[in-house]
């Protein structure tokens, strides 16, 4: 498994190119924003975009959907259908947080409307890139149609916001429950093993068993009686 890693806009967000070497068969996963470079790579090397693979539908995960699917038309766009909203509602999402319509573009954030989603994500599902296979997991609680993918072979998974590394996803933007979150992380994350690596949608990778020993909100150091994670 080739896995390279770009961080991107002023959210400082993980978007990969993750591609089977021997077949030549790539998907990006969240492409935060408009990259050369990460077009660039897939072109050079003479691979195949498959698809544009979707975590989840905030602007930092789907900014730059548009741009790869101008750069490669045959590539699909998949999100799970409860994030929907979200990712259509993209051009407002800024204004939503509350940022000035005049500082949108200075900030990279002045999104035009995305292209169609070619389908939807389903739990369980098994998706192949060449030898890869990815196994999807819905896992809402960040936002209500998060999903994780994992490769049980190279025992890595892609989480998204769901789960960082000492830290969870947020739970206080629209669509987000705390308690569904550690549910989802406990049943489709924890699960795998703890030799599983995580790679998260911001921050380095960690592993399914660092987290599960010292991630305050996994080993009952943090609860929410106690207080409230932002």
Known sequence: MFIAKFVLSIFQQNSRIVACERTGRAIAIDPGADSSEMVELIRGKGWELQAVTLTHGHLDHVGGTKYFKDAFPDAEVILHKDDEDLYYGLPQQPLMMGLPQVQLSALGLDYEQPPMLTRNWEHGERYAVGDLVFDVYHCPGHT????VLAEKNEKKVFVGDCLFAGSIGRTDLPGGD???????????????????????????????????QNNPFLNGTYSIGRGRYI
């Open 178 to 212: 705390y308690e569904q979150l550690i549910e989802s992380i406990i049943r489709n994350i924890l699960s795998l093993g703890d030799d599983f690596v995580v790679y998260s949608g911001h921050g380095p990778e960690t592993a399914v068993g660092d987290e599960r």
């Open 144 to 147: 209500r149609g998060h999903v």
